[in-house]
């Protein structure tokens, strides 16, 4: 491999050549992952809008007070499931707010007419539904995990996530937006990384940029990324997420970050973190998205023909065709994955449990990416 020469000083240097950055972070890039550029094609189910936590930049969640606080049924998320099935995805995603019923009785209270006294084990229960009636992979982004919940989700979750979003514990003071958020406590936050590294889980995580951390932190959480994955190979990609603006959250009158920032960030994840570790940007939060390949992303993440992305309602998905063409344009082949990447799919992988492994390897072809690539056969 070439071999990068280039000081963390000059990283750490916010000010410092962009381009270059930018071309050490895409050589590494090309070395490891080539011109391939992939995404995840994908269903997804927001298990609950209920969260114990309350972060400055949440559009998602709503206070159990609220008539739109749920929990989905059983059946929504078949329905869900079903749909996303019939569109040719392979995930089905379940993202969730963390642990409301720790904190409100009405959080309880609808658990407990669905028969759960805690949300992990409805939630463990739904995947295994997905995997019973679907063809679908579930990967659960349930936020901060005990080793006890990473037992209960192991056997029915091909793939776990957590972003860890900053390693900043200044933004846990007041006025700052993970303010009384137990869950965004970064010292949890690791703890949940090293539990999932412990326990062989294939684990997404992520830096949220432009909530107020300081560039320097951001590598920090890398570094911290970085480490754990060196302890136990688990991470399988790492997401770089721009903070967006809404008009009904508190960081309402926030800054956004800047393309430029965006793209020094994800340069410097490209160099900071193990080359294997995959380094993904979404493509529906920057009109100049395109602008990521150059800074040394290789994958878009999830992208649904079925589902809004609950988290930024306001920006839609690209259709993917047309994903593919820009891809195209800047000499990347688009392949949809699977959610496990596959260095964890070998037979003798002990990342997966043999149920899902055996499952997900019928999925994939011999490269590992999936064997039924949908939007090949739209564009055909
Ligand atoms: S960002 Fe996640 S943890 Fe924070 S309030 Fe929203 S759902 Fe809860």
Redesign the pocket.
Known sequence: MTETVISTGAICAETGDLQTLMSHARAIRDQQWGRTVTYSRKAFVPLT?M?????G?????KHPSSPEANIMTPEQVLATAKRGEREGCKELLF????KPELRYEAARAALAQLGYERLTDYLADMCALVLRETTLLPHVNA?TLTDDEIDVLRPVAASMGMML?TISRRLTRKGQP?YA?P??VPLQRLRTLERAGEKHVPFTTGLLIGIGESFAERLEALEAINAAHARHGHIQEVIIQNFQRKPDIEMANHPEPSLEDMLRTIAAARIILSPDISLQAPPNLSARHPAYLDAGINDWGGISPVTIDF?NPQHEWPEIRSLSQSCADAGFELRERLTVYPRYLGADSTFVSPDLLARASDMAEASGLARQQQHLGELA
Do not use: A, Q
């Not at 969260?51 to 972060?55: I, L, P, V």
């Not at 930049?57 to 969640?61: A, G």
């Open positions: 809008n969260c114990r936590d309350t972060c930049y949440c559009t998602f969640v993202s969730l707010g963390e936020g979003e993970h958020c869950d965004k988290i």
